[in-house]
Each structure stands twice: as structure tokens, then as C-alpha cells.
């Protein structure tokens, strides 16, 4: 079987039936055809319809009890990419968005609580006391350090 260099191999061909430098061909094609952009829609998309029926929304979970730890990933994994893909998304954006909505609302009526030591505690600077404003004497103020300029001093 003989195909033009650079061209993907057509549709109805086996992948069995092709040679390893077709192959390599073929997948080179694709890499240079597929976008990243294209690469993170499909992953959201996975991780919603995984976390969906891990939390047992699809009805699909084979009797398996929830699991609300990979609900828990699938969500923060799908609030991570979604703002680096609204652009790409499109019009597509809502129907995502009311997807995880749909996810994090089972995840909250599950009474599940995050476990690990990162979900103990609150992300640094979160629910810290603000710090002190610095006095204009004092040797650690940015005035006194030479850090800050001030007309006139």
C-alpha cells in the first residue's frame, strides 16, 4: 500500500494493515491538525462525564457507591482549565458551566468533606489577620528603608 508522504491514511483503512512509517506518518498529520485548545475541551469534557458518574449522576456506576474523591478532583481539575478555555468554548461555555454547576451541587449535597492535609487547611493567607500598617519610624517600614519615594523626604 503506497500513500503520499504527509498524508493521513483515509478513514476506511485498518491501522493493522499499515506499515510503522505509515503509522508515524499518519500520527504526525494529526499531531500537526490538532490544537491544544482541542486537547483540553475533550479532557473537561472527560473529566465532567467521569465525575458525573462517579457521583453516580449517570446512572451508569455498575451498583459502585460514589466516589467523592474523584468527584472532588474532577471538579477542581474542571474549575483549573475552564477560565483558559471560555474563548474556545463559545457559545459551548454555558452548557460546561451548568455541567460542573450540576457536579459541585451533587458534591455538596453528598455531605462529602475534603480529605488530606491541603484540604485541612485554608490556602495561605486565608483567614490570616491583616498585617499591621507599618509606622512611619519604624526601621521595617518601606518609608524608612529607602524602598518607598516621597515627595519631599
Known sequence: MSSEPGAPPPP??????????E????????????RVDDVLIQTVVSLLNLGARRAGLTGEAGGEPPDWPQVRMAIEATRALLPLLETALGPDAKQVRDALSQLQLAYARSGAKP?????????????DPPPAPPKPGDPDSA????RLWVPGQ
Open 12 to 21: 476506511d483503512i485498518d491501522p493493522d494493515d499499515l506499515s510503522e512509517e
Open 23 to 34: 503509522l508515524r506518518v499518519a500520527y504526525e498529520a494529526e499531531l500537526a491538525r490538532i
Open 115 to 127: 480529605d488530606g492535609p491541603a484540604a485541612a487547611a485554608p490556602p495561605p493567607g486565608v483567614g
Open 143 to 146: 518609608v524608612s528603608s529607602g
